[in-house]
C-alpha cells in the first residue's frame, strides 16, 4: 500500500520562508521532504513510473521557478505543490484521468491469512470494491484513497485537493453513502446473479 507522509505545518512553514529568502539548504530540504510525497500523489493516477517521475520534476521547477517571482507560494507550501500537481496531471492528461487499475490493487489491503476460502472472498470483495470506486466521481474517488488508503487528515486532503475542510466532509461523507450502496447493490449480484 502507498503512503504518503507529508512534514509537520510549522516545520513546512519555516522551510517555505527560507526558500523564499533564497537559501538552497531550504530548497533542498523542501525537495527531499515533499518529492516522494508529490510523486505518490501523481502515481495514484499514472501506470508508468517514468512519467509520473517527469511530472513530479515539473512539479519542482515550476516551485523553483515561482520562487523568483511574486507569485510565489506564501503559505501552504503543501497545498501549492499538490495544487501545481493536480494541473500537471490536467495538463497530461486531461480532467477525466481515471485512478489506475494498480492504484486501487495498492489501496486495498492484503488478506490477513493464507486461507484460500479468504483469498477467493478477497478477490470477488476487491473486484466489487474496485468496480463500486470506478462509479463514483474522479474526486470522490480521490477523497476515499488519500483519507482511508493514505490516512491523511481532513486538513491534509484539503490542501491536496485545493478544497475546504467542510468540502471534503460533504464529498466523503456522499462517496461512502454512493460506495455503501453500490457495494450492497453488488454483493446482492453475487449471492443471487
Given amino acids: 500500500m502507498i503512503i504518503i507522509v507529508l512534514p509537520d505545518i510549522p516545520e513546512e512553514d519555516a522551510l517555505l520562508a527560507q526558500a523564499r529568502s533564497g537559501n538552497h539548504d531550504a530548497i533542498r530540504q523542501i525537495y527531499q521532504a515533499y518529492f516522494p510525497p ?17 511530472i513530479a520534476s515539473n ?18 507550501l503543501r497545498g501549492w505543490l499538490f495544487r501545481v500537481a493536480r494541473n500537471e496531471l490536467y495538463q497530461y492528461f486531461g480532467r477525466d484521468k481515471a485512478f489506475t487499475s494498480t492504484t486501487l490493487d495498492e489501496w486495498i489491503p492484503a488478506p490477513a491469512d493464507d486461507n484460500p476460502e479468504s483469498e477467493m472472498m478477497r478477490t470477488l470483495n476487491a473486484e466489487a470494491i474496485r468496480a463500486a470506486l470506478r462509479q463514483l466521481s474522479q474526486d470522490q474517488q ?12 481532513l486538513k491534509e486532503t484539503a490542501d491536496l485537493m485545493d478544497k475546504r475542510v467542510e468540502a471534503v466532509k460533504v464529498m466523503q461523507f456522499r462517496a461512502l453513502k454512493r460506495l455503501r450502496k453500490l457495494l450492497g447493490q453488488t454483493q446482492a449480484d453475487i449471492h443471487y446473479g
Avoid: C, W
Fill in 38 to 54: 508529490v510523486y505518490q500523489f501523481i502515481r495514484l493516477r499514472v501506470d508508468e513510473s517514468s512519467i509520473a517521475e517527469d
Fill in 59 to 76: 512539479v519542482f521547477v515550476n516551485f523553483i521557478d515561482a520562487l523568483k517571482t511574486p507569485n510565489a507560494p506564501r503559505k501552504s
Fill in 142 to 153: 480521490e477523497v476515499l484513497i488519500l483519507r482511508f488508503g493514505h490516512a491523511l487528515s
